[in-house]
């Protein structure tokens, strides 16, 4: 997986990190999903971490 300052590139240059807490059978799974998404649709870490974001805060109507 890439670090951070790989993941923002000067397009993105405005994005924040969200620092989370969870259990170490989460964060594997959570990083195996990522993996996962990033092969099969081809888009980049950063993409899908902009998703998960916007789907939990449409989940709760945030």
């Known amino acids: ?3 951070v300052p790989e993941l923002v590139g ?3 240059s405005e994005v924040q990190e969200i ?6 059978d989460r964060y594997r ?9 990033v092969h099969e649709s081809g888009r ?4 899908v971490m902009k998703e998960v974001v ?8 945030c």
Not at 19 to 24: A, E
Not at 44 to 47: A, F, R, Y
């Open 1 to 3: 997986m890439k670090t």
């Open 44 to 47: 980049t870490q950063l993409e």
């Open 19 to 24: 620092k989370l807490f969870v259990p170490p």
């Open 54 to 61: 916007d789907d939990f805060l449409i989940k709760h109507q």
């Open 29 to 37: 799974a959570f990083q195996r999903c990522l993996w996962i998404q």
């Open 10 to 12: 000067d397009e993105d």
